[in-house]
């Protein structure tokens, strides 16, 4: 007897099978069979295919739950094997990625219960939820990674998903009564396209993304700034696609870093899950709206042409979202509230609106995503934010470069950037009130102001701060301090602009350093009638116990090498600290190896490791307490050839090396010759704080400062290809 399929109830294997045909089908599109990798040419007609397959294969009563299309995303149905995307993807890295992406299923599918459940009105998303979420993150956080806290870890994962889900389900009820075909395209282009980013990134060598880490910040930032001040379609449209190209860019350079760090020894699949999973969840969003707002537009042509000839009035719109039951006050009444009055008391685009919660929703989450790494970026806050004045007041001084004398212009340039180090020191040294002791040649140093190579190990990145404390206590020479800094800082808005002009020095970590950059650079500093100093951290990067990989490369070295096995620093790269002294010789007066220690290393548990940003300035431990040791050596009393030069940079690490461990082993450091020295003075570091306060307070008050702001955060990306066009870094 024949059966009628077309009155059988849809069940959940119906959708499964339909949707694993549609992938099937697409199969010969996205892959190359015979060679097993991924192409990348997702084109516009390979889109429309999969809409036609979806829409020919999936009737709209067969769209189930939320939970089943994400049992079909993370089934694997469509995946490679990772180990014939690269051959060279170390066993333990597979082994973690295999972990990561199976947790990352999980996440997914809870993120669409929560959805699912929002949806169906069993639980409603509200504002005592989204604080839940952001305390489950936190939690992750800061709860450390080890075998006794890894279920605790993965529950907070688990709500966190969970959750994170439930706050989108409003904008997907949203989209279902506006089109409910959008959400099945959106979750098809996500799969899509994060599984095609993915896989590329797997399949390219191992580092080439991490170069984006720069870029990704400096349009992220960008984007922030620029929609706070929006208030068109236009440019919430721009911001939404910029959202969208970020994301892709970060999937490709969190599944890279994800590799990197495992080979660093760093297992915290957690952590990595959380990347990819506010990736994935963002793409899903900005698809979402995208089409969303596409559809919106032509619903609102269709009801203006066929039934509301007269609707023209902003005023009207008002009747289009309540008939499509567009909900956006109950999505954030205090939101909308802020944009009215932002728009002078009329009534804004309620379209419009809807994009921008949304939009700043995926740029938290965005923004979330690099708080465990970054928490030293609180107390550091004010001084980044102080970087938007700063640079604008350096434009607007540069632009008159050429109509004012050199030295005028580097005199109000060292007062600008004087102001700025020393509103640093203000958060670092007088709110911090950290105690300070000074071993060696302190009287040497501290006598009269003189150009100088600034050695130091590496230990937090609070060490740049420490060496700024040293360059104030020498007759306040702040304006004296160049650093020789990490090729990708150049990407950061404005700062990196700002930094090269200033004379400091770009190196390269990954791949060749750029010489001649380097020399230019250095010419610019022989050329200052200003005494200078160029701090080097010889070791590239952060003596870490969490860089276990690193350590144990930096010892085999050691070991090839022939000199002693270094178990309190990374051995020293000595190009940079050569090139240097060959070209400054004649323009320097010394050369300071700095030694640099901090109490907390030394606690129980630590295993060396040193207070970041975030603890060194608002910690409340006990012992916090920096330790400074000098040594002034004479640049006569170093030797001429390069070979010898790179000899006793590795010898000066052999000693502080026994330094520090002498100080680990509780003898301190030698030579003390300075005791709880005294804290700079708040009548310095005072007033620029103030100053800089005021300037960031400023754009609340002026439409122009807010507009000049603006116009400086839009300068960046221009300033950033400038210094790429010069061949500067």
Not at 538 to 544: C, I, M, V, Y
Not at 592 to 603: K, P, R
């Amino acid at each position: 007897m024949s059966t009628d399929t077309r009155s059988r109830p849809t069940t959940g294997e119906d959708i499964l099978r339909n949707l694993r045909n549609v992938f099937s089908s697409l199969n010969n599109k996205l892959f190359k069979t015979e060679q097993q990798h991924f192409t990348m040419n997702l084109s516009c007609e390979v889109g429309r295919e999969l809409a036609l397959e979806c829409q020919n294969k999936i009737a709209p009563g067969q769209l189930g739950t939320l939970f089943q299309l994400a049992k079909v995303a993370v089934s694997g149905e469509f995946l490679v094997d990772i180990s014939v995307l690269h051959e060279n993807i170390e066993k333990d890295v597979l082994d973690h990625l295999r972990i990561v992406y199976g947790t990352l299923s999980v996440g997914l599918m809870l993120a669409a219960t929560g959805a699912a459940l929002e949806v169906l009105n069993v639980v409603r998303a509200n504002f005592l939820l989204s604080i839940a979420s952001l305390a489950c993150f936190f939690a992750l956080c800061f709860t450390p990674h080890s075998p006794q806290n890894e279920r605790r870890r993965f529950g907070y994962f688990a709500v966190f998903a969970f959750l994170t889900g439930m706050s989108t389900g409003p904008q997907i009820e949203d989209v279902m009564q506006l089109n409910p075909s959008i959400l099945l395209t959106a979750f098809l282009g996500t799969a899509i396209i994060f599984g095609c980013f993915s896989l590329a990134a797997l399949h390219a060598p191992s580092t080439k993304f991490l170069h984006l880490g720069g870029a990704i910040s400096s349009t992220i930032m960008i984007m922030i700034v620029t929609m706070l001040f929006a208030r068109s379609q236009l440019v919430v449209t721009m911001v939404l696609w910029m959202g969208l190209a970020v994301t892709c860019a970060l999937i490709l350079y969190d599944t890279q870093m994800i590799c990197e760090k495992r080979r660093r020894g760093d297992t915290d699949y957690l952590w990595h899950t959380i990347e990819l999973f506010l990736d994935f969840i963002n793409l899903f969003r900005y698809i979402l709206i995208l089409l969303s707002d596409k559809e919106f537009m032509f619903i609102k042509a269709a009801v203006s042409t066929f039934l509301l000839p007269d609707f023209v009035a902003f005023e009207d719109e008002n009747f289009l979202i309540q008939h499509q039951s567009f909900r956006v006050e109950r999505i954030c009444d205090d939101f909308l509230d802020v944009f009215c009055a932002f728009g002078g008391g009329h009534v804004v685009n309620a379209s419009l609106i809807w994009v921008v919660v949304v939009v700043a929703g995926s740029m938290v989450l965005s923004t979330l995503v690099a708080v465990n790494e970054l928490r030293s970026m609180f107390p550091a806050a004010y001084l980044s934010l102080s970087m938007v004045p700063f640079a604008s007041i350096s434009l607007a001084m540069t632009a008159f470069k050429c109509f004012i004398p050199r030295r005028v212009f580097l005199a109000a340039d060292n007062l600008l950037y004087s102001a700025y180090m020393r509103m640093c020191l203000f958060v670092f040294e007088n709110v911090a009130a950290v105690n300070i002791n000074f071993y060696g040649d302190v009287d040497a140093v501290f006598t009269k102001q003189e150009s100088a190579i600034v050695l130091s190990n590496h230990q937090s990145n609070v060490d740049w701060i420490v060496i700024t404390m040293i360059a104030n206590r020498q007759k306040g020479n702040e304006r004296a301090l160049r650093f020789m800094i990490k090729y990708v800082i150049h990407y950061l808005p404005l700062f990196g602009w700002y930094t090269y002009q200033r004379g400091f020095i770009y190196v390269r970590r990954l791949g060749d350093v750029i010489w001649s950059a380097v020399e230019q650079q250095l010419s610019f500093l022989r050329s200052l009638n200003d005494p200078f100093w160029l701090l080097i951290f010889p070791e590239g990067t952060r003596f870490s116990p969490k860089k276990r990989a690193i350590i144990e490369s930096s010892q085999q070295y050691c070991k090839q090498i022939g000199i002693p096995v270094l178990t309190n620093v990374l051995t020293p790269r000595t190009n940079g600290f050569a090139i240097a002294m060959i070209n400054l010789r004649n323009s320097i007066d010394a050369v300071y190896d700095i030694t640099l220690a901090y109490d907390q290393s030394t606690e129980a548990g630590r295993e060396k490791l040193a207070p970041d940003m975030f603890e060194f300035a608002c910690g409340i431990n006990p012992k916090r307490t920096l330790h400074i040791h000098i040594q002034r050596f004479s640049v006569n009393d170093l030797p001429q050839d390069t070979d010898a030069l790179k000899k006793w940079l590795f010898y000066r690490y052999e000693i502080k090396n026994r330094m520090l461990q002498a100080f680990y082993d509780g003898e301190g450091l030698p030579n003390l010759a300075l005791k709880n020295a005294p804290r700079v003075s708040f009548a310095v570091t005072l007033p620029p704080a103030i100053f800089f306060a005021s300037t960031l307070m400023a754009p609340f008050f002026s439409k122009i400062i807010r507009n000049v702001y603006l116009l400086t955060l839009c300068s960046s990306p221009v300033l950033i290809l400038w210094m790429r066009l010069c061949g500067s870094v």
